[in-house]
């Protein structure tokens, strides 16, 4: 059996939470013995075999509000399919939903539901019945969390066909790690507590209400990643002369798991349900880290539970955002319990033995269908 997986980005192009979705499904199939692979679009296109995973990637022409698009991708799409026995799409990503569409593929479909259309109403209203005829096309459809399930009206339609699925975390990428950097050692050891952001830098990341929150809590904010709003996002806290926050860059995972331990919390002070489920948060909970996080309907407030694992707040809230951040800057009771309560949920919810078998089941009951 050949399971492929389509999205727009992959490793090493790009880290994100869609990614290491993709990583963690791939692995688990690779480990039964299923061959995978993984497609997606580059700059700078190759192939290679990740953990066991076959990545090929095609270059990337251009960009329309954010969907990449490929004439590679287009000229082989057809021998992509002949040579899989089950697709697995990502959704949101239109070139490839249409592909298939135009295509008439007739290969079983599986439809991970990353997350509805958000940013882009007009873009979001112009494909609405093409997005209905790949949820149709779907033999199943995934979301992360019933929250997203039951937040996401598209979705409400297609119930019959919905599996959900939460992402888990992969514990082996944090062992065998190289020991920290000596800057970034020399740089946590001056700052004292620090609140600890990670994720790519996006429109949805409510980085800017952070910021804006900055100026009223009694720690640090360090935030890790890269992104589009890299560079407004320095301007603006050195304009304003933010004395509090710091912009790290992207960090390797010897680093990361540095900075996880050393952090006082975590937050993740999203304000759009683009964020569709927050796989640092696991990271988090792996590290008996409480998390600020807010009320999106979707994994943000699934993973993390008020007032039992963290805070959630209101998105776009700065003050109230804040005044989470300083119960947690302030009291050391507090976030020691809230940690624990954090791996706890961790262990009994988001593990390799708790959600990966479900693909498989999935994967394997399509196959037979199709020897049938």
Same mark, same amino acid.
């Given at each position: ?5 389509? #999205? @727009? ?35 700078? *296109? ?11 990637? &095609? ?48 290969? *079983? ?124 996002? @320095? ?32 937050? +993740? ?7 569709? #489920? ?8 792996? &590290? ?13 407030? &699934? ?16 003050? +109230? ?28 919810? &988001? ?22």
């Amino acid at each position: 059996m050949q399971v492929t997986h389509i #999205f @727009k980005t992959y490793f090493p192009d790009t880290h994100g939470g869609m990614e290491e979705a993709i990583r963690q499904i791939s692995k688990a199939t690779v480990e039964k013995k299923i061959t995978t692979l993984v497609v997606s679009l580059s700059k700078e *296109p190759k192939e290679s075999v990740q953990d066991g995973v076959i990545t090929k990637s &095609f270059y990337n022409d251009f960009e329309f509000f954010s969907n990449p698009f490929s004439w590679a991708l287009v000229k082989n799409f057809r021998k992509i399919i002949k040579r899989s026995d089950i697709i697995h799409l990502h959704f949101p990503w239109p070139t490839v939903e249409l592909l298939v569409l135009l295509f008439n593929v007739k290969k *079983p479909i599986v439809l991970t539901f990353q997350c509805d259309i958000h940013n882009n109403r007009f873009l979001r209203k112009i494909i609405s019945p093409f997005i209905h005829a790949i949820l149709q096309k779907s033999n199943v459809i995934i979301p992360s969390t019933d929250n997203l399930l039951k937040s996401t009206p598209i979705l409400k339609g297609y119930k019959e066909k919905c599996c959900v699925i939460s992402m888990w975390l992969d514990e082996d990428r944090f062992k065998d790690l190289p020991l920290p950097s000596s800057v970034i050692k020399r740089k946590i050891e001056q700052l004292g507590d620090y609140a600890l952001f990670i994720g790519v830098l996006r429109w949805y990341k409510g980085l800017d209400v952070l910021i804006d929150a900055a100026n009223e809590i009694s720690g640090n904010i360090v935030i890790v990643g890269k992104g589009p709003l890299l560079d407004a996002l @320095k301007n603006r806290i050195e304009k304003e002369k933010i004395t509090n926050v710091f912009i790290i860059g992207f960090q390797n995972d010897g680093d990361l798991k540095y900075l996880l331990k050393k952090c006082k919390f975590t937050i +993740l002070p999203s304000t759009s349900p683009a964020e569709a #489920f927050g796989q640092v948060l696991l990271e988090s909970c792996y &590290f008996k880290k409480p998390m600020v996080t807010t009320e999106l309907g979707t994994g943000t407030s &699934f993973i993390n539970l008020n007032n039992k694992t963290g805070y959630v707040v209101p998105p776009n809230h700065a003050t +109230l955002l804040a005044e989470a951040m300083n119960k947690l800057f302030t009291s050391t009771s507090i976030c020691s319990r809230f940690g624990q309560n954090a791996y706890t949920r961790l262990q009994e919810n &988001f593990t390799y033995e708790k959600q990966a078998g479900k693909y498989i089941k999935i994967y394997k009951n399509l196959f037979l269908g199709i020897k049938k």
